[in-house]
């Protein structure tokens, strides 16, 4: 574990071409734990704590989504990695087309994993609800609701343990942080920017995700010019604790494959 000038902790493990990993709102580095642990011995892994979140320094002032771009850069920097490549979730996944289209030249293979674009007027006002449930009535509000929206049905049946310490997780964040940093997740929108993105890009959901929806990712593939799509069957939001096998496949086989065709769509 380290931490950056302007208090940003991040992890580093494994050898190889340097991945950057970039968590969801809500959570911390430990997100991406399993699905690092099946990559590190291909790739050098840093996994950093969003500001507001986990072990970093928490948000005390208006921020944007450029305050966690620029704060992925400045790890970077003083992890001393020039180019990296860089997968993010959810909120990450947002930071990630940022930081594509913004640092062009510090990324090599970008992975957009259940991430959100081309939000319609009722996907942004349940968004947006979410967090006025939050600020009306604190974070038991809204994970209720985790265990149907987040995991599939048979994972909820054997996983009890695993999904009581991700809301526990939840239930524990700094509120005004969460709040902040849910506000920019759900204001940012930066679909008009995709066709910017020139590395190679792999995006992907869960068939069942509510929220960051095959519709959406379809929507990325089509405006990224260089990009594949997988729709993950079954799964919803929270594949990184419910299928970080897969996960790591799909990330380690694009990262790691000569070539990359645009356009290609598969499924399954």
């Not at 190889?16 to 699905?35: F, K, M, N, Q, R």
């Amino acid at each position: 574990m380290q931490t950056s000038d302007k208090q940003i902790t991040y992890y580093r493990e494994g050898h190889g071409t340097p991945l950057v990993l970039v968590h969801g709102v809500g959570a911390s580095a430990e997100s991406w734990g399993a699905v690092a642990d099946r990559l590190k011995d291909r790739f050098d892994i840093i996994r950093p704590d969003l500001r507001g979140h986990g072990r970093s320094a928490q948000i005390d002032a208006p921020i944007t989504i450029d305050t966690f771009a620029d704060d992925i850069i400045r790890v970077m920097d003083e992890a001393g990695v020039e180019k990296a490549h860089l997968a993010g979730f959810s909120l990450g996944g947002l930071i990630t087309q940022r930081l594509a289209v913004g640092w062009p030249d510090r990324f090599e293979r970008i992975v957009i994993l259940s991430a959100v674009a081309g939000r319609t007027e009722e996907e942004r006002a349940k968004v947006v609800a979410r967090l006025q449930m939050i600020r009306d009535g604190g974070m038991k509000a809204i994970t209720g609701a985790a265990r149907e929206r987040w995991f599939t049905p048979e994972f909820v049946r054997d996983n009890e343990a695993a999904i009581l310490h991700r809301i526990a997780e939840l239930e524990a964040v700094h509120v005004p942080s969460y709040l902040e940093a849910y506000r920019v997740f759900s204001q940012t929108e930066l679909v008009e920017t995709l066709d910017q993105i020139r590395q190679p890009t792999l995006v992907m959901t869960g068939e069942n995700d509510v929220g960051s929806n095959p519709r959406m990712s379809e929507t990325m593939h089509r405006l990224i010019p260089n990009s594949e799509l997988e729709i993950l069957p079954r799964l919803k939001h929270s594949v990184l604790l419910e299928a970080p096998d897969l996960i790591a496949e799909k990330i380690g086989t694009f990262l790691t494959k000569t070539t990359t065709n645009a356009q290609e769509v598969q499924h399954g």
